[in-house]
C-alpha cells in the first residue's frame, strides 16, 4: 500500500527550478504526485510511494536544487483518498 505525505517547502524556492527538482528526484525514487508554486512564494508537493523512499524524497526536498535556499520543509502525512500515476507539475 502507498502511503502519501503533503509538504509545504518554504524559502528561495519558486524562480530557481524547484519544481522540475522536485519532478526528477521523484522520478528517479519510483514517487508519484505533483508539485506547484502557491502565491505565498511557498511550494505545495503531493507525494505517493512506499515509505523508504518518501522519506529519502523528504530528505533531497530539504536540499533543493543549486540556486535555491530551502528554510523548512513541512510534512503532514495522510491516508492516499486516490491513487496517482505519474509525477505533474501543476502550472
Excluded: C, H
Aim: aromatic share 8%; no cysteine; net charge positive.
Amino acid at each position: 500500500m502507498k502511503e502519501e505525505f503533503r509538504a509545504l517547502v518554504r524559502g528561495r524556492v519558486q524562480l530557481v527550478l524547484y519544481r522540475d527538482f522536485a519532478r526528477r528526484k521523484a522520478k528517479s525514487l519510483g514517487i508519484f504526485g505533483t508539485v506547484r508554486n502557491l502565491s505565498d512564494g511557498t511550494v505545495e508537493i503531493t507525494a505517493q510511494g512506499d515509505r523508504p523512499a518518501l522519506l529519502t524524497y523528504i530528505e533531497e526536498l530539504k536540499k533543493g536544487p543549486m540556486l535555491a535556499k530551502v528554510e523548512r520543509v513541512e510534512v503532514e502525512w495522510r491516508k492516499p483518498e486516490k491513487e496517482i500515476n505519474g509525477f505533474e507539475i501543476i502550472y
